[in-house]
């Protein structure tokens, strides 16, 4: 029964692909929200889960910075600056929100001309007929990529199949842009208080992975989109790389205390942790 398990883990981890996903704020006269969306069950990743947009780094983003239309410093390397890009591309891609400013404009676009974007480009970038750095040269934009700032540093497990090295960023949605979802990838946009998708996944209403739950968990401890990116911008990120035990019924996995989250393990279930159970869940 070991042997089973063992063969289905490579010898080497497969290496991790980049990623960014980014916890998008809001304010309302119940408390802060956050933008969700659902992925349909057939997605290569977490299908059927409540996430927040995101997904890997690709060369459009390289070639955003090549045209120096990313508002971060130099001193910033280029593959922090692609995974914000990243960001910013995904989260209009998923989810119809849009960070770029004008060119030599210093506030973000105003919601009418998001909703002309979306509906000039959006399904064009969804269906690969143009690319991301195309639409922002296109347009005369600059990705407002500071405004996306480092939460969270998650790598899936070195056993993982498939594996990610996924940012998160935390940043508040743009004044009255309107979010959706793509009717591919997503089946749904919710904006939802942090602490009730996670009492709603654990009463199995929704299927939210062990990750999203414990940054949910996270920005909760703030009250507003305004403190929770001030507290982001003075937190030193601590990179999460799971040690993943298999239990019977699920997974026992550590993570640094450092990281802050309040706990250092937890044993979480196969469809929470988003790894396929082993041949033998008992071994």
Request: glycine fraction near 6%; aromatic fraction near 6%.
């Amino acid at each position: 029964m070991i042997t089973d398990l063992q063969s289905e883990i490579p010898n080497d981890p497969v290496t991790p692909i980049p990623a960014a996903t980014v916890i998008s704020l809001r304010d309302t006269p119940t408390g802060m929200e956050v933008l969700m969306v659902q992925r349909t069950k057939k997605a290569d990743f977490a299908g059927g889960a409540l996430l927040f947009p995101g997904g890997k780094v690709d060369d459009s983003d390289y070639e955003v910075l090549k045209l120096d239309r990313c508002s971060l410093p130099n001193d910033v390397p280029d593959n922090q600056k692609a995974i914000r890009v990243a960001g910013v591309r995904e989260m209009f891609e998923e989810a119809g929100l849009l960070f770029v400013r004008d060119n030599g404009n210093t506030q973000v676009i105003s919601k009418e001309r998001a909703e002309a974007l979306n509906n000039i480009y959006r399904q064009d970038l969804l269906s690969q007929k143009i690319t991301f750095h195309e639409m922002i040269e296109t347009e005369n934009l600059v990705v407002a990529s500071d405004l996306l700032i480092p939460f969270a540093h998650w790598i899936t497990p070195t056993t993982g199949r498939k594996r990610f090295d996924t940012h998160f960023l935390v940043a508040q949605s743009p004044n009255g842009h309107i979010a959706s979802h793509d009717g591919s990838e997503t089946l749904d946009t919710v904006w939802i208080d942090p602490l009730t998708a996670i009492t709603e996944a654990e009463e199995g209403k929704r299927r939210v992975v062990f990750p999203t739950r414990m940054n949910l968990k996270k920005v909760s401890e703030s009250t507003t989109a305004e403190s929770a990116i001030k507290l982001a911008k003075i937190t030193p990120v601590v990179t999460v790389l799971p040690e993943v035990h298999d239990v019977n019924g699920g997974r026992h996995l550590k993570i640094p205390i450092e990281a802050g989250y309040g706990i250092s393990e937890i044993t979480v279930d196969y469809a929470a942790s988003d790894q396929p159970p082993p041949t033998n869940p008992n071994t």
